[in-house]
């Protein structure tokens, strides 16, 4: 049994020939914050909103935080959000662009082949705009290991079914979750403007 639970950038994702990913419009840029004398807030994400920017803090533990920034782009927000952007640790700075497997490929495409499948952003990369991809590759984990619970004769055939078994309800919920992000991203576009 291979099943590729190794990302959005997945090998195994490529052997089952899925289609590429998509561009969402968006992108994250992210870096560690150090305090080496603590900076003093809650242990909770926050993130504000500025027309089309989120700036965020997520508290890695007293004196270590992630921030999510571009100068520039925060340069509306408050003092501190910029000064924790300038005194970031440039060496942890990453840029990701978020990508999106559509739906259509979903519903459509070769999810498993005899004993291979994915699970997580193998199978369905998600922009993290709602936290649902999280979520999703847990209850792909979950329905997976019931699937092959159910079937467990050690026979290829048997565990080529159970895989077949995790695909088709896999296929229709990510189907459902996905096409609510595509009208939730539509919808607030609407009303932005």
């Known amino acids: 049994i291979l099943i590729g639970c190794d990302g959005a950038s997945s090998v195994v994702a490529d052997f089952l020939k899925l289609k590429p990913k998509k561009a969402f419009a968006s992108c994250a840029v992210r870096a560690f914050t150090d305090y080496p004398n603590g900076h003093g807030l809650p242990q909770e994400i926050v993130r504000m909103r500025n027309d089309h920017i989120l700036c965020g803090t997520i508290p890695i533990n007293d004196k270590l935080l992630i921030r999510s920034l571009t100068l520039e782009t925060i340069k509306n927000f408050p003092a501190e959000k910029l000064r924790n952007g300038k005194d970031c640790d440039l060496s942890s700075l990453s840029f990701t662009h978020f990508r999106y ?7 459509l495409g070769r999810l498993q082949k005899g004993t291979v499948t994915v699970a997580g952003d193998s199978m369905h990369v ?6 649902q991809g999280g979520s ?3 209850e792909d984990a979950v329905v997976l290991a019931r699937c092959l619970a159910r079937n467990t004769m050690p026979q290829y055939e048997k565990i080529g079914e159970a895989l077949d078994e995790y695909v088709k309800e896999r296929r229709t919920r990510l ?5 609510k992000l595509i ?11």
């Open 183 to 193: 009208l939730l991203v539509h919808f607030r576009k609407l009303h932005q403007f």
């Open 101 to 107: 497997r559509a739906p259509w490929d979903i519903l």
């Open 175 to 179: 189907l459902d979750w996905l096409l």
């Open 136 to 138: 999703a590759g847990i």
């Open 126 to 131: 998600m922009a993290p705009f709602i936290g």
